[in-house]
Structure formats: C-alpha cells, structure tokens
C-alpha cells in the first residue's frame, strides 16, 4: 500500500495533502487538526488563502512533531529574489516552524515573467541553504515551464496543476512526466466545476464515475482519488466535515482496473474551469499579504 512518492531529489512526500483553499481562517484550526488526526500527513496551503497561521495552530494542536509532517505553500504577491526571500520568512513566521517541506510559485505570471525567474533563483537560493527541502511551480503551462527550464539551475519537483476527469490536461501531465516533476492535483474530484464560470455540472455524479464506484462499494470521491494515485498523481483535498476527511483518506486499499481508470480518462473534457494562468497578473490576483 504505496501511501507516498519520491520527487526527483529524493525527499518523499506523502501522496494525498490536505488543502485550506477557501477554508475561513475561523475553520482553519479544526480542519486541519482533524485531517492530521485522520491520518494526514501533507498540509498544503497559500499566502493568499489567508490562513497561514491557523493552518500553524493546528498542527502544534495535534501534537504531532514536525518531522512527522511535511508542510507545503505557495505564494504569488512577493515576486522577485529579495521579496521571495522575504515572502519565505512571512510563511514560516506563520506558520511557526523554521524549515518547509515544499515551496512553490503560485502562478507563472506571464506578463511579468522576469519576476517569476528571479523569484524562482531565490527558491533555488533557499533550497541550497536547507531552508526548504524542495521547490516547485503551479499553474504552469507547458509555454511557462519550458521557459523556466531554460533559465534557471533546479528542476522543479512538483507542478501542482488544475486536474480531475473532466479536465485530464494529458499533454501537461505528459510534459511534466517528462522532466521528472511531479503533477499534483488541485480540485482533483472536479470541485471547481461549481465555480469560476462553472456549469454548475458536478463530477461526483457522473454515471461512469458512479458504476465503477458502486462496482467497489466505494464513493465517487474515492474513485477520482484513486484513479490519480494509479496514474502516479500527488492530490490536494479540501474539506472542513470530518466525516468527508476520513472518507478522502480511506483510499490506499482501493485498487482500479486498466479498464476503469481508460474510463476515467475518457470523461475528459478539456474544459478548463479554474482561471487561465494566461490572464492571472497582480492587478487582478494580487493580494497584499501581511507580516508574520
């Protein structure tokens, strides 16, 4: 029961994060506190969700120590070498812990794309000083990732990416297989299909998603999760009912055919339904993000 992956300089991460996106801050501490009790062990969480330092109380709550967790952010607002560096202090500040496990760029920022590369210098710079034990990128494009590579010293390890059954991105995911970087899921059972523009069309009631998980005696839910885990995916949950947390975690004994994960596959739309990185600039993704 294979229950993390190694990215491409050796550090293991657990496959399945619990994510705080759009979780209040008030919410914050008890979700994550519970998620850690179920059994997480991967926190992801951003700059811009503005819960930082709840995510941080919660996890001194559930008495865990820190080397039994491995903690991810991501910011977007502090781009450029100095500010990264700054932005790192404001993220572990919060979080009150001295190291992380995983640092990102939010959002390739294509329209100040020199920004990005120097912001990714100074990821580079943290990583040599074991500030971090790994580096990465969301939201990039093949465009965006290409460029990157070609510019800068430290393969990334991740690219944590918009991907679920209606939305499979095969040729990114290809792309990042090829440089050995990690794909992880964001709204990997197709959440975001209820917003930013969505039909309203929800996933979890797709009818092939809904025999295979009847097939299983499982949930739909855990089928989505499964079929990125077979497929070699890292996936980023978010839920604040403990009921739905287990249910998210009880996954690792859960085993898809060739021919139910090609059906997963075949759902695919190629609809985009979170925002185009192509349009994402700090006028109108920006946020001010406070001190520690």
């Known amino acids: 029961?294979?229950?993390?992956?190694?990215?491409?300089?050796?550090v293991d991460i657990p496959a399945l994060g619990f994510g705080v996106?759009?979780?209040p801050p008030e919410e914050t501490v008890a979700a994550v506190e519970t998620a850690l009790r179920t059994g997480y062990r991967h926190i992801d969480t951003a700059a811009a969700y503005f819960n930082e330092r709840e995510v941080g109380e919660g996890i001194r709550r559930s008495g865990l120590q820190r080397n039994e967790l491995f903690i991810e952010t991501k910011w977007i607002n502090d781009y450029g070498y100095d500010e990264t560096l700054h932005a790192f202090e404001k993220a572990t500040g919060k979080l009150g812990v001295d190291h992380l496990d995983l640092l990102i760029l939010h959002q390739p920022l294509p329209s100040a794309f020199e920004r990005t590369i120097a912001a990714y210098r100074a990821l580079e710079r943290l990583l040599a000083g074991e500030r971090v034990r790994a580096i990465g990128v969301s939201n990039f494009m093949p465009e965006h990732l290409?460029?990157?590579?070609?510019?800068?010293?430290?393969?990334p390890t991740v690219n944590q990416i918009e991907v679920h059954p209606y939305f499979r991105q095969s040729e990114l995911l290809d792309l990042n297989a090829r440089h050995g970087i990690l794909s992880q899921a964001w709204s990997p059972i197709g959440g975001i299909t209820f917003y930013f523009g969505g039909d309203g069309t929800s996933i979890l009631d797709d009818p092939v998603i809904g025999g295979i998980a009847r097939a299983h005696g499982r949930t739909p839910a855990q089928v989505m999760l499964r079929w990125h885990l077979q497929q070699g995916r890292s996936a980023i949950l978010k839920s604040?009912?403990?009921e739905r947390i287990a249910e998210n975690f009880d996954v690792f004994d859960l085993e898809l055919t060739d021919a139910e994960l090609s059906a997963v596959d075949d759902l695919d739309r190629g609809v985009r339904r979170g925002p185009d990185p192509a349009s994402i600039t700090l006028d109108n993704y920006g946020r001010e993000i406070p001190e520690a």
């Open 1 to 10: 029961m294979t229950t993390s992956l190694t990215l491409n300089n050796g």
């Open 21 to 23: 996106f759009q979780i």
């Open 146 to 155: 290409e460029r990157l590579l070609a510019s800068v010293w430290v393969v």
């Open 240 to 242: 604040t009912r403990p």
